[in-house]
């Protein structure tokens, strides 16, 4: 069996950290912060010092962490990855981060003969808890093949979508595609409620016909309560939308929903709303239309 | 046996109206244009001359055609059915119109001893032909316990949703998700084509994860084609967000989304594509994004 590394402990890599180990891979973590790996460790992972210790002892590395910097950082930074890394290893990044960064990471590690993989995940903190995830792989069919085995402890649907930064292009059309539904739902229980309506009643009348979605089964409760409990973060899907846009740009496509959504989202954040479930957009909607808080 | 009477045999109604009387109801049907009736004759039922002809020979009337001033004509127009209804009948109107136009016509009809149940249907042309339409009821418990047998011959799922007008209320909140729905699909394809993914794999990964909906499984390959073979006209729907607009600025609310859509919608109509299937807001993301038409 591989010996398997993972760097970044979070909501999300802590819960995927902990399929790994229970599907018996030798298993080494490390976080940024300390203090997040007590659980793992119980399981029998060894906790790294560094990134570059780390890499030393894996043969495929994974990493979940932020933002591109992030990645940039415990890949490439002081007692990096690349620092320890051996040539023949492979480094799987479930981040969710620019196409452009992933390409980039890609060719720096390719020329220490170390495989990447982009392998971004959709399902939020429930997914990563039950091992549900939805995960988008770019990079070589070699890669992603070794890859494989170690992304389905922690996935339920694991698709190779093309070269390096692939994956990451299909998890930003995951998100363009959830901004319009999170908007669309929270718009439809937002005019239920004024109208009076049995909200409740009309999530499940709906969910029968063309307007069903996960968004509206899963999610629209938490909009009738205005309660957010994660799921996945306003700040995490807003920084997502940041990369979508930017894509956008490059590409010269417009995407005016997605552009509306990440305004929502940063009326959010200025309302110190940010780590509230993405759900919350309906929070906005509520709020311009005058429901109580 | 109730005896049924059908006014409006659109695409919509004409299917429906199949449905009741391949269910061995004795049907009479009419319509404004003639010429719709033939395939209905040739199962049975009996053309009217006039909705009050029809209204005579019925003891429940389904109404299915296009907006507010229809039916007011049908119902309370020259030769309208109101001219020939009993005491003691029903009106069930299955056209998607204004809540208030549908409280308005139930007050009217109660003075002469007849129900009204607002009984708007969520489906589109597949849902019509398969009886697998979703229906949402507004109107007295004892007059929807009437009308439900009848609906359930054309639809899958019938809610009684709350008192007249509720069923108006609840289609309108349909047609609000649909809206954030369509078009979070449609940018999420569009950034796909531009980014040179496999868009037809991506919407089939998309659709194991939290991007899910109806929209994605059965309208993704359209938007991918560029073809928006029917379905549910563009035309019908803007005129369906005319209405939950109307309602939310009577309410109070605020539905950006839904207005960025009926902006989009309007602007398929300038381009003459007012027949296509709603699924062409994607035509216009793509065009705004340079994909050739």
Same mark, same amino acid.
């Given at each position: 069996?591989?010996?398997?590394?993972?760097?970044?402990?979070? =909501?999300?890599?802590?819960?995927?950290?902990?399929h790994v180990a229970e599907a018996g891979y030798p298993l080494t973590v490390w976080n940024r912060t300390p203090g997040r790996a007590a659980s793992l460790v119980a399981m029998g992972a060894k906790e790294a010092e560094s990134p570059?210790?780390?890499?030393?002892?894996?043969?495929?590395?994974?990493?979940?962490?932020?933002?591109?910097?992030?990645?940039?950082?415990?890949?490439?930074?002081?007692?990096?990855?690349?620092?320890?890394?051996?040539?023949?290893?492979?480094?799987?990044?479930?981040?969710? @981060? %620019?196409?452009?960064?992933?390409?980039?990471?890609?060719?720096?590690?390719?020329? $220490?003969?170390?495989?990447?993989?982009?392998?971004?995940?959709?399902?939020?903190?429930?997914?990563? +808890?039950?091992?549900?995830? =939805?995960?988008?792989?770019?990079?070589?069919?070699?890669?992603?093949? $070794?890859?494989?085995?170690?992304?389905?402890?922690?996935?339920? =649907?694991?698709?190779?979508?093309?070269?390096?930064?692939?994956?990451?292009?299909?998890?930003?059309?995951? +998100?363009? @595609?959830?901004?319009?539904? /999170?908007?669309?739902?929270?718009?439809?229980?937002?005019?239920?409620?004024?109208?009076?309506?049995?909200?409740?009643?009309?999530?499940?009348?709906?969910?029968?016909?063309?307007? +069903?979605?996960?968004?509206?089964?899963?999610?629209?409760? $938490?909009? @009738?309560?205005?309660? /957010?409990?994660?799921?996945?973060?306003?700040?995490?899907?807003?920084?997502?939308?940041?990369?979508?846009?930017?894509? %956008?740009?490059?590409?010269?496509?417009?995407?005016?929903?997605?552009?509306?959504?990440?305004?929502?989202?940063?009326?959010?954040?200025?309302?110190?709303?940010?780590?509230?479930?993405?759900?919350?957009?309906? $929070?906005?909607?509520?709020?311009?239309?005058?429901?109580?808080?």
């Amino acid at each position: 069996m591989e010996r398997v590394g993972f760097i970044g402990l979070g =909501t999300m890599g802590a819960a995927m950290a902990g399929h790994v180990a229970e599907a018996g891979y030798p298993l080494t973590v490390w976080n940024r912060t300390p203090g997040r790996a007590a659980s793992l460790v119980a399981m029998g992972a060894k906790e790294a010092e560094s990134p570059s210790a780390l890499a030393a002892a894996s043969d495929v590395m994974v990493v979940c962490v932020s933002d591109s910097p992030d990645v940039e950082q415990v890949l490439f930074g002081p007692a990096g990855a690349a620092e320890g890394v051996r040539e023949g290893c492979l480094v799987v990044d479930c981040s969710t @981060i %620019a196409p452009a960064t992933a390409r980039s990471a890609a060719e720096r590690l390719a020329g $220490r003969g170390v495989g990447f993989v982009d392998a971004p995940v959709s399902g939020g903190s429930e997914g990563a +808890q039950k091992a549900t995830l =939805t995960i988008f792989c770019g990079g070589d069919p070699a890669h992603v093949a $070794r890859a494989r085995p170690v992304l389905a402890t922690m996935g339920k =649907t694991i698709t190779h979508v093309g070269p390096v930064g692939a994956g990451q292009a299909v998890k930003a059309v995951n +998100q363009v @595609i959830l901004a319009g539904t /999170y908007l669309g739902v929270a718009e439809g229980i937002v005019l239920a409620l004024k109208a009076g309506l049995d909200v409740g009643q009309v999530v499940e009348a709906l969910g029968g016909g063309a307007a +069903q979605s996960w968004v509206l089964a899963n999610r629209g409760g $938490r909009m @009738i309560d205005n309660e /957010y409990p994660l799921g996945f973060k306003v700040a995490l899907h807003l920084k997502d939308l940041g990369i979508a846009l930017d894509m %956008a740009g490059d590409l010269g496509a417009d995407l005016p929903v997605t552009a509306l959504c990440a305004e929502i989202e940063r009326e959010l954040l200025v309302g110190g709303h940010a780590a509230e479930d993405m759900s919350a957009v309906a $929070r906005v909607i509520r709020g311009r239309s005058g429901l109580p808080d």
